[in-house]
């Protein structure tokens, strides 16, 4: 029996994080949810949208799979999400890309896993105003966590049976910065002499990624490039429906989906369940129920593929409880 922290979020994050407990239960797997109300609704009921229960219930779990919330744009709380990352040191944003069949896209044979360093580079908010016509922002990188990152990446690729890393950077220009990331994955990339160890730019990674992204595996990069890259890989598989997220740190990981709570569908048993069950596949994966995790991702990709049963963002004219019950017909 695991036990398991789930968020289940704002919008629409109670529809789809109840459609996913429920193929995960029929998938045979045991788990003891801690389910935990985070977000905008419990910001106004409890004064703050992720009260320290929720963070207490991660650090016990060590698991988490969570539904979005909602951000006020430009006033009220931070964004949960950015505060959990803080709170848990979340240090690796892990987003795998994978072609789904049934969903059409410019390629068919896309497999690569993005790894992005999570809490530094720009993202460290350094930044100042000289006059008002110049600001700066400061790029920090720093050895301690270019080389966890890059050892989490290598780690990964030898638990997921894969063959190569990609480093990725500008360090031709950025000679200090991405001079130092590129010198730790380096140096870790000696420890692992059986995964193939290749460095590439990051402007050339985008025009490759378009053109062939069949020829790339694993990628780890600084943060900002991370955030870019990571999207246009979930651009080459299908976009917002199908891009799934983890955030992992050295004590816990955060499994989550990159769409938003989307409040205009919200309560309507519209909303897609896809991108959260990618995540919990992800997620069983991670605590080594990778049996189980296949057998729902095949059912998943079975109930895509066939197209009888598809929610409205996908095509179809199923609901969200249809959808889910076709997948558990497939299991
Ligand atoms: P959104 O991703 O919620 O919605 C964009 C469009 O995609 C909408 O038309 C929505 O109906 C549709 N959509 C999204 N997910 C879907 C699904 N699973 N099934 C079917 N249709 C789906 O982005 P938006 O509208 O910019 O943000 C809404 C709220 O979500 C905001 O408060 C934002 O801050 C928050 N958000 C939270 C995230 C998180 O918690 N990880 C990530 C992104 C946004």
Not at 29 to 38: K, L, P, T
Request: glycine share 8%.
């Amino acid at each position: 029996m695991h036990n398991i922290t789930l968020i289940n979020g704002d919008g629409i994050g109670p529809e789809i994080s109840n459609a996913v407990v429920e193929i995960i239960k029929s998938a045979g797997v045991e788990i003891n949810w801690d389910v935990q109300s985070a977000g905008a609704k419990v910001a106004s009921e409890e004064g703050d949208p992720l009260p320290k229960r929720v963070i207490e219930s991660i650090k016990k779990n060590k698991v988490a799979l969570k539904a979005p919330v909602t951000t006020p744009i430009g006033k009220g709380f931070r964004s949960v999400n950015v505060r959990l990352r803080k709170e848990l040191d979340l240090y690796a944003n892990v987003r795998p890309c994978k072609n789904i069949k049934g969903i059409k896209t410019p390629f068919n044979n896309v497999d690569l896993v993005v790894v992005r360093e999570n809490t530094e580079d720009v993202y460290a908010g350094v930044e100042e105003k000289i006059d008002d016509d110049t600001m700066h922002s400061i790029k920090i990188i720093t050895r301690k966590a270019s080389l966890r990152i890059v050892e989490y990446a290598f780690n990964y690729a030898k638990k997921m049976g894969r063959k190569t890393v990609w480093a990725v950077s500008k360090a031709n220009i950025c000679k200090l910065t991405d001079g130092l990331f590129l010198e730790c994955a380096r140096e870790v990339a000696k420890k692992y002499p059986e995964i193939e160890y290749k460095e590439i730019l990051v402007d050339a990674l985008c025009m490759q990624l378009v053109q062939n992204p069949s020829k790339f595996d694993v990628l780890v990069m600084p943060n900002l490039y991370g955030d870019i890259v990571s999207d246009l890989t979930a651009g080459l598989i299908g976009g917002l429906g199908v891009a799934q997220g983890a955030n992992i740190g050295l004590e816990c990981a955060v499994f989550e989906p990159v769409h938003g709570s989307a409040p205009d569908i919200e309560g309507k048993n519209l909303a897609n369940p896809t991108a959260l069950l990618i995540c919990a596949i992800q997620m069983l994966n991670h605590i080594n129920e990778k049996e189980k995790a296949a057998k729902i991702e095949k059912a998943l990709f079975k109930t895509i593929e066939e197209g009888k049963v598809l929610t409205q963002d996908l095509g179809g004219s199923a609901t969200t409880t249809e959808f889910r019950d076709e997948i558990i017909k497939n299991l």
